[in-house]
């Protein structure tokens, strides 16, 4: 079930996963939509920011959240947080919150086999790591004018222990998420993000409005929930 040497002219061996666990995920469906008048449709630059930045950003954010959180009830995917197999981990009484997310590196790693690739935080949380300092006063990551005790540049949200750090308000405060994301799970979307629009919903013909609508499709499917870490960042006694 796995690779290994083979002699000239014998047969290969079949990679495969021993005793897997079957589970179904259906395609789910984010959308929305927003309401734009006819004067406002003919300012190029203004429509264009309001689907850019304003209702795909939303739909980023929705999507993220159910990424992370999604409890797979109804139109619900089932998020990372939630399924079932991976890890969680404590953090200990007088452990500090680096040290607790060091272990959970650790643990992707000594339970999957897998290397850890990122961090998810809130950004109180990681507020916090980033303003402590040490016994002299000097921010550990870096100060607002210069990187680490003077050295190099300031740097924008550094990950820590070297891994990339999600800083995001979709994850609870006092939980982080330490995983292999590229190798424990995948998203696959369908058709990728559509955005249409049209004059003939409700009265917006006759009130000179256009509603524009963005939506997709995707599944989230973890083929090894032991890659991720779910990481209670409250010391337990």
Do not use: C
């Amino acid at each position: 079930g796995a690779f290994t040497t083979v002699a000239e002219g014998a047969a290969k061996p079949q990679l495969h996963v021993a005793d897997p666990t079957t589970v179904t995920d259906n395609l789910k469906k984010l959308a929305g939509f927003i309401t734009l008048s006819d004067e406002m449709i003919e300012d190029l630059d203004f429509i264009v920011s309001e689907i850019n930045i304003r209702l795909l950003y939303e739909l980023a954010r929705t999507e993220e959240a159910q990424l992370l959180q999604g409890d797979g009830t109804g139109s619900n995917l089932r998020g990372l947080l939630n399924r079932s197999g991976i890890q969680t981990l404590a953090r200990t009484s007088g452990e500090p919150v680096q040290d607790a997310l060091f272990r959970a590196t650790t643990a992707v790693t000594t339970g999957s086999g897998l290397d850890t690739d990122g961090i998810v935080m809130h950004p109180l949380d990681y507020q916090a790591l980033r303003l402590s300092k040490d016994a002299n006063g000097q921010y550990f990551g870096g100060g607002f004018f210069a990187g680490s005790y003077g050295n190099g540049v300031i740097q924008d949200n550094p990950g820590i222990w070297g891994q990339r750090t999600v800083v995001t308000p979709a994850i609870a405060q006092g939980t982080a998420l330490v995983g292999s994301f590229a190798q424990a799970a995948t998203v696959y979307r369908k058709g990728g993000v559509r955005v249409e629009s049209t004059n003939s919903h409700a009265d917006n013909f006759t009130t000179n409005k256009v509603t524009v609508r963005a939506e997709e499709r995707l599944a989230l499917a973890v083929r090894r929930p032991a890659g991720l870490v779910k990481v209670n960042l409250a010391p337990v006694p």
